[in-house]
């Protein structure tokens, strides 16, 4: 799969698994090609597919929000109380925090992150995907 379409299926994972309803994130993760492919995504590459389609900083804001799994990694947007007007990255529990100015910057950290956690559960899930 070429790199760009990865990215692009990475950016879409909130809103396919929205508007969908029936897939998990998970298996967006597989089918997204993310793992054949998981040292070629950079930060920097996610950042620039961030920056251009801040639909999907808002997506991806909104799938933190709606997170209630952990330990896993957050993200936050300068309207949070406690964000200090920046964007934060953060991992629960612990104390761990990190802090943007811009949201393209820190949805590449946390998209980074979040996949890199989940890519360890998904490989057992991979061989079992249809």
């Known amino acids: 799969m070429e790199l760009s379409s990865v990215i692009s ?11 969908r309803g029936d897939v ?16 070629a995504i950079t930060i920097d590459l996610l950042r620039n597919y961030f920056a251009e389609h ?6 991806w804001l909104r799938l933190s929000w709606d997170n209630r799994s952990w330990p896993s990694w957050y993200l936050q947007d ?12 953060g991992f629960y529990p612990g104390e761990h925090r ?3 100015e811009q949201g ?4 590449a950290v946390f998209v980074k992150n979040k996949l890199t956690q989940m890519s360890g559960h998904a490989v057992g ?3 079992e995907s249809p």
Request: hydrophobic content about 40%; aromatic content about 10%.
């Open 54 to 59: 801040p639909e999907a900083v808002e997506a």
């Open 9 to 19: 299926a990475i950016g879409r994972m909130p809103t396919e698994f929205r508007s």
């Open 104 to 107: 393209a910057d820190a949805c």
């Open 125 to 127: 899930q991979q061989s």
């Open 98 to 100: 990190e802090y943007f």
């Open 24 to 39: 998990s994130v998970m298996q967006l993760l597989i089918d997204s090609g993310y793992l054949a492919s998981q040292s």
């Open 78 to 89: 300068p309207r949070s109380a406690d964000s200090q007007a920046m964007w934060v990255v």
